[in-house]
């Protein structure tokens, strides 16, 4: 049957961000929707994301962030982070998974943050034809399946985009909450035969909805959260706080 899933990502505690994802794909009448890590953390509201997220996904793989805010820290910004979060949140992000696999269409398709290797390796797409390569490993956060996916969907970077090599494709969702690409809030929408081995035709469809920057600034001052500027200068150019202007 003809099914379509929302992939979102990299919320990064931005509330008016996610509501506005949130609201685009109900209005799509999208009933699935996957998540591909990094709830938590840069943005203000780690706590409130958790709790929607929860709700609203029916898949949530690991990030980076929502590891590393589980750990101990001497980071005052990360502390900040921590602070938001309860018992509750610390153990739902313990418990989620590295990655999720599918069929759709006669595609074996796999999600997860950031690499098969890890969620702390960070893949780009300028990165060489053997970097993007190892992104269809089977590796044992995999699970060690012996199948090589023919499409393979992540995070992390925070920028969209699609590509197709050596049989392949390797897309990107794009960051919900801190996108670094276009000022606007990115998902993407799968649409096939979901959970079917046999071929048919496939859709991978890039969005992106506008939302209320300013009160998500609003919100992190009204907080007063740490490292407020590289966060405004992130949300409102798109642009990563290492690069220099
Ligand atoms: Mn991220």
Redesign the pocket.
């Known amino acids: 049957m003809l099914e379509r899933i929302a992939i979102i990502s990299?919320i990064?505690g931005n509330i008016p961000a996610l509501n506005a994802v949130l609201k685009d794909i109900g209005e799509k009448h999208i009933q699935r929707i996957i998540c591909l890590g990094?709830l938590v953390g840069k943005g203000p509201d780690s706590d409130l994301v958790i709790d929607i997220i929860k709700n609203e996904c029916e898949i949530v793989v690991k990030?980076n962030?929502d590891d590393f805010i589980t750990k101990e820290t001497e980071f005052e910004t990360l502390k900040w982070h921590q602070n938001r979060l309860n018992n509750d949140h610390f153990h739902y992000l313990e418990s989620l998974p590295f990655s999720f696999d599918f069929y759709m269409s006669g595609k074996f398709i796999r999600l997860y943050h950031a690499s098969p290797h890890s969620v702390y390796t960070r893949i780009q797409p300028w990165d060489s034809i053997e970097k993007r390569l190892s992104m269809f490993d089977d590796t044992e956060h995999t699970g060690f399946n012996k199948i090589s996916p023919d499409v393979v969907g992540y995070?992390?970077v925070?920028q969209a985009f699609i590509q197709h090599f050596q049989g392949k494709t390797l897309f990107n969702a794009g960051?919900v909450g801190?996108p670094l690409d276009l000022t606007q809030a990115s998902y993407t929408i799968l649409e096939g035969d979901y959970q079917s081995n046999k071929e048919s035709s496939m859709a991978i469809q890039f969005v992106r909805v506008p939302y209320d920057i300013e009160l998500a600034i609003q919100l992190a001052k009204n907080k007063e959260m740490p490292d407020l500027q590289p966060y405004i200068k992130e949300l409102t150019t798109a642009k990563y706080r290492g690069i220099k202007d």
């Open positions: 990299d990064h990094d990030g962030w995070g992390d925070h960051s801190n």
